[in-house]
């Protein structure tokens, strides 16, 4: 490769960098303020403000605002800063070489926990907006939906070790799952009846255990 070349392929490297820093500079000032101020009040043009951009940077690199909390949720949901599928997610993995669904359900809980410090808030908010928002309202469906999807999964992979009770269906095993490790649960269990982390990850674990297995 000649140095023209590689120069170009560098600044255009340098040039994605910038791009993708910046990117998440504004998605860590819209969840900053969102949590903060609550969804209907944070504005475009606040969000530009404290992440030190113009507003229209925010339409190039994110989006609206609701895709802009479709992107927070897709990281707290990942724990990553960019999306990452169910399979790929170190848990899921952990789950599926576990051959004991006692153990697959405690890492699961575990999972659960870190996973709704990070989004129980931001979900919440989605709900909220989803009431007056058609297009928050269209994320909170997404987003539901694919929960839904992944309790699915997990269930059959219950199934799969002959442990899941018999007279559960795979679809109210799913149901029952997606309601039991809500969000809003969550945000319920620790915020109004102050229960710590742990003490929700050790009920979790249990309770999917009496519903779940023989």
Known sequence: ????????????????????????????AARELILKRGYRATTIADIAALAEVNVDTIYQLVGRKPVLLRELIEQAISGEDHAVIAEDRPHVQA???????????????????????????????????????????????????????????LVRDID?????????????????????????????????RGWTPSHYERWLAASLRRLLLL
């Open 95 to 153: 789950m599926r070489a576990e051959p004991d669904p006692a153990v697959k359900l405690a890492i699961y809980a575990r999972a659960m926990r870190e996973t709704h410090l990070r989004l129980a808030p931001l979900f919440v908010a989605l709900r909220d907006a989803s009431t007056t928002e058609p297009e928050a309202e269209q994320v909170w469906r997404e987003i539901s939906d694919r929960r839904a999807s992944n309790m699915r999964k």
């Open 1 to 28: 490769m000649d140095e023209p070349v590689k120069r170009r392929s560098y600044e255009a490297g340098r040039r994605r960098a910038a791009s993708a820093a910046t990117r998440q500079r504004i998605v860590d």
């Open 160 to 192: 799969e070790t002959n442990a899941l009770r018999p007279d559960l269906s795979i679809d109210d095993a799913a149901d029952s799952v997606w309601a039991l490790n809500s969000p809003e649960l969550f945000v319920m269990l620790t915020g109004e």
